[in-house]
């Protein structure tokens, strides 16, 4: 295995916008090179996470090696790296993509290109990635493949014309996307003698063999007994073992060198240390400079996390503890809330992050969980000088304290059908947008380009964004910097008292219309007590808006169940389970739910 | 010597209520005769356990007992009579209602030993009659009760419903007026519960959720303010004419509590007959099966049995005898368990105390707000 002919090895991966068949099309690669009998192969190997199965999204890279027998007789080692498909993850995205040679646009026949399509085959363009497309799902009756051809050639501007025609779902035109990877897709480069630089383009954590690093040998070799070093984090390990991807498995080779996709394991410990996008260099030998494109990962995303059961905080600090050995990009530091008790201020990519995280806690770890309203990080810049970055709302200084605040902006890319562009227009202008500019990328569709605030599109803006435009329009974004903005902190008073878990910011002109909906949210989630429950909205200790939960007159169950007690018993046992799920404030009772359902207020559909 | 009560269950009736969702459906003659051979054998059966206890109350409810042929029924209490010792001066009543009896059936009910009718009006307006689906009309049951009168019954309940779909607090109140004119000893008045799996549910069910949220539907069931409204009329109607209002949904004239259900309330032993009966004997449950068929064919066999534990107990004594205007006794509570209600419910009592909804401290009981406020009380009593 050590004496691999360079110029029989494909390290390529597959960019295309969210199901438009990427997953498929890597199955029946690994499936048509002989890695798996299709009875082996559960649907989409990649995806190996539960959740990623029923999303439909890529969340960890992926990579498998499987050996194709070209029509010229030769032999050729793929090295198929799956990207993750969300715009949270463009760095991670980024990284694989720098770890391949060429890449495969998949564009489907009856959507044509998306935002996102765009947004990845930029990335790869920009990574020096040779790409050539590939036309999918041409067996649907809506299917346009002249059409899309076209744009792809006029709006990305690659050609097009003898692009594969395919349906992966249904195995048609998979032989012609091989030829095409082997004939497309150049050989790695590189000196196997030369010091040592690989690049990390993902990592996880086994309990048994510690990090897997997941690298791309630039140059150099290694194998086992290498002393290596990260470049940016400065850990230094001696490698255990290296090896390549099966399906699903590692399978352990002598070395590898330049021009190879592989795995190193070196009994490290935590996934911090081996951070995307950093270099691996020989410790005794290392290479001159780092490779370029690292960049430490920030959270652009804030929220407390708070186990419903307030004994289960213990177990929510071990789970996010063994999620984190598998993602870099999750933080969490212990928070308290006077609502919630004790928690976690967790920060992530994105939204959807978030919602992984989130889920993953919920199902894996079988934790119920209360989550605050997600926030971005604010700076404060105090008349002292000092600057500080906030994440908690509750952590807001004094006003009296504050010279001015900034938020995050970002550069988005809205792709819209025409008839759609209005009522997008009106939903950026809402969320405070600055438009750029627009172009048409055809008579029917259009990239709308704007400067949005990041906490104006982490809530509810995909969502809003889908229901407004059907679900046609497709996003993507981008940080740009942050901004001087006129930002107050939004108070939710519940009889009387401040909820500190639904305190947050907000731009000072959109506070009274998110305060107004807030009350009204909350005063159909909180249930009626004894005694009437104003809720209000307040800035900076004045009230912007009331709503009333009305007291409740009775709750007696005059009827006779005569001597079925058991039934009688059933309705108290509901009552008294309901009961469970809420958490007290004060004397009012507030069910778990309400603290989430006020992240969607958008109520135009 | 202990006693126990017995209850009898007659799942049959003519037609059933849009409102209804208790064990019983009309059913042909042959069925009929089958369930009182069946019910009959099961009360000669089981007598021998119970040999050693004397019958201090029987309650014949349904359904709608009256709908049984008398004689078949009149024969299964004198069964009664027979295998149990049924004490003197036993309270037996019978669930009856108008449109179902006659003076021939009233007078075979009084001589076979009934001699207490619980008749089931539910409204005195025949539209509202006709919009609950009851098969008879307010004059129907002034025949009725007229017929009981000349037939010797002394005690006598007659069942009132309230917030009903389209009511109002006049409609009611009129109700009210006229049954105390005719000087029943009982009056039950119950709210109408929109119960899921009924016929009401289909049409008001989206409105009974809204109620249960907001406090208010869409005008049709009566709001929660309107219905506390009839509550306390009722309250305050019956009590100057001398009822006194002893449990949550029931009053009486003095000596005229029905003593049968008060023996569910303080958790006696009680024994219940017929399909889908509940029993309650030495801290231990057991139901009969609800599937007709098998019952039929073994009336004695199948029973689902439940050991009711301390915890079970302690939390039936609390949220049943809260029920009882009279309350729950401390010393009661100690003799049961052997510790004080203190000891387990400190921290709820003194809670509810001090929301105006418990009151007392031997003796608790729930003040005219806990009235209004009963399950929220109860529910904090499961442990």
Known sequence: MSNIDQSKIRNFCIVAHIDHGKSTLADRIIEKTGLLTSREMQAQVLDNMDLERERGITIKAQTVRTVYKAKNGEEYIFNLIDTPGHVDFNYEVSRSLAACDGAILIVDAAQGIEAQTLANVYLALDNDLDVFPVINKIDLPSADPEKVINEIEDVIGIEAQDAPLISAKNGIGIEDVLEAIVAKIPAPKGDPEAPLAALIFDSLYDSYKGVIIFVRIKEGTVKKGTVIRMMATGAVEEVVEVGYFGAGQFIPCEELSAGMVGYITASIKNVKDTTVGDTVTDHNRPCKEPLPGYKKVNSMVYCGMYPADGAKYPDLRDALEKLQLNDASLNYEPETSIALGFGFRCGFLGLLHLEIIQERLEREYNLDLVTTAPGVIYKVHKTNGEVIELTNPSNLPDPSEIEYMEEPIVSAEIMVTTEFIGSIMELCQERRGRYLGMEYLEETRALLKYDLPLNEIIYDFFDALKSRSRGYASFDYDLKGYEQSKLVKLDILINKEEVDALSFIVHADSAYERGRKMCEKLKDEIPRHLFEIPIQAAVGGKVIARETVKAMRKDVLAKCYGGDITRKKKLLEKQKEGKKRMRQIGNVEIPQKAFMSVLKLDDKK | ?383
């Open chain 2, 1 to 383: 010597m202990n006693s126990i009560s017995i209850y009898i269950h007659i799942p049959f009736c003519i037609k059933k209520c849009k409102y209804c969702d208790f064990l019983s459906a009309p059913y042909g003659k042959t069925v009929q005769e089958e369930y009182l051979r069946a019910l009959k054998q099961e009360i000669i059966e089981e007598a021998e356990k119970y040999k050693d206890y004397t019958v201090k109350t029987v309650y014949i409810g349904g359904g709608t007992p009256s709908v049984a042929d008398p004689d078949g029924l009149c024969g299964i209490i004198k069964k009664l009579f027979a295998c149990y010792r049924v004490e003197k001066d036993a309270e037996i009543s019978m669930e009856v209602n108008p449109g179902t009896v006659n003076p021939d059936s009233l007078q075979k009910y009084r001589k076979a030993g009934i001699n207490r009718l619980s008749i089931g009006l539910q409204s005195t307006h025949n539209r509202e009659l006709e919009l609950l689906g009851r098969i008879h009309t307010y004059e129907d049951f002034l025949e009725a009760y007229e017929n009981a009168r000349k037939a010797g019954f002394e005690n006598i309940n007659v069942d009132l419903m309230g917030a009903l779909p389209g009511q109002s607090l006049t409609d009611y109140e009129e109700s009210l007026k006229r049954i105390i004119s005719l000087k029943p000893e009982h009056i039950s008045t119950y709210s109408l519960i929109v119960e899921e799996n009924t016929e009401f549910y289909k049409i008001y069910g989206e409105e009974k959720e809204k109620i249960e949220r907001t406090g208010e539907g869409f005008g049709i069931l009566p709001s929660e303010e309107t219905e506390r409204e009839m509550a306390a009329l009722a309250e305050e109607m019956l009590t100057k004419e001398g009822y006194r209002h002893y449990e949550i949904s029931n009053y009486a004239k003095e000596g005229k509590a029905c003593k049968h259900n008060i023996v569910y309330w303080k958790r006696r032993n009680y024994i219940g007959f017929g399909l889908g009966a509940a029993s309650l004997f030495e801290n231990t449950r057991f139901t009969n099966t609800k599937n007709l068929t098998e019952y039929l064919k073994n009336p004695v066999g199948k029973r689902e049995v439940e050991k009711l534990s301390v915890k079970d107990c302690m939390e039936e004594f609390m949220f049943l005898g809260l029920r009882m205007y009279e309350g729950v006794k401390d010393s009661d509570f100690i003799d049961c368990f052997g510790k004080s209600m203190y000891t387990c419910y400190k921290d709820v009592i003194d809670k509810n105390k001090e929301e105006g909804l418990l009151t007392g401290s031997e003796t608790l009981r729930l003040t005219d707000k806990g009235f209004c406020f009963a399950n929220y009380v109860m529910a904090q009593f499961l442990l």
